[in-house]
């Protein structure tokens, strides 16, 4: 069946970096792209940013510009997402979602999330 | 803050309807599609709605959506206890080159 498989938890310090995996299969990962998304304790879901799976061509929330990075491995049908200099306030679940084909931005298919903690 | 605003609580009895609203602008809702989603404690989040009223299969018909304008809604009919989750909105906002999630709306069954 389609699904996303994301690397497990993460505890992390202050300035650290953390890499995120999100192994797609099920499907042709080449059609469709990864958009990434998080979630902090007690608050909303938080659109990151999008990476194509055709051409790696990546759109970022402004406030992610510079210090994520969205690449893919097409041999491995993998999407990752870098985070570097780590705050407190990076401290949430993210999530990978395919993009839908289709005139709308719908995210059909879900990870199942990583947490990741960030605290000294 | 979110560029879409959705009520931060909603409120039903077993079997009542409820109504979630998003509210956006013309660079968001007002020219693009709106898809829905909710988030059922410590899972990750589900489509419920693409496409503003388009239902992807698994989603009972008890879920419909619409848009106007600048507006998208959520309606929900007979409310069950499972249904108690927080709910998305979701579309493109073509000023911020970016996706924007609303803020979400936490629907409790009463």
């Known amino acids: 069946q389609i699904q996303l498989v994301q690397s497990g938890p993460e505890v992390k310090k202050p300035g650290a970096s953390m890499k995120v995996s999100c192994k797609a299969s099920g499907y042709d990962f080449n059609i469709y792209g990864i958009a990434w998304v998080r979630q902090a304790p007690g608050q909303g879901l938080e659109w990151m940013g999008y990476i194509s799976g055709y051409n790696g061509h990546t759109n970022s929330a402004q406030m992610f510009l510079d210090r994520v990075t969205m690449t893919t491995d097409t041999s491995s049908s993998t999407a990752y997402m870098e985070m570097r200099s780590l705050r407190s306030d990076d401290t949430a679940v993210y999530y990978c979602?395919?993009?839908?084909?289709?005139?709308?931005?719908?995210?059909?298919?879900w990870g199942q999330g990583t947490s990741v903690t960030v605290s000294s | 803050q979110s560029v879409l605003t959705q009520p931060p609580s909603v409120s039903a009895a077993p079997g009542q309807k409820v109504t979630i609203s998003c509210s956006g602008n013309t660079s968001n809702i007002g020219n693009n599609y709106v898809s829905w989603y909710h988030v059922l404690p410590g899972t990750a989040p589900k489509l419920l709605i693409y496409d503003n009223n388009r239902r992807p299969s698994g989603t009972p018909d008890r879920f419909s959506a619409s848009k106007s304008g600048t507006s998208a809604t959520l309606d929900i009919i007979g409310l069950q206890t499972g249904d108690e989750a927080d709910y998305y909105c979701l579309t493109w906002d073509n000023s911020l080159s970016a996706a924007v999630f609303g803020g979400g709306t936490k629907l409790t069954v009463l």
């Open positions: 979602a395919r993009r839908s084909t289709g005139p709308g931005y719908t995210l059909d298919v």
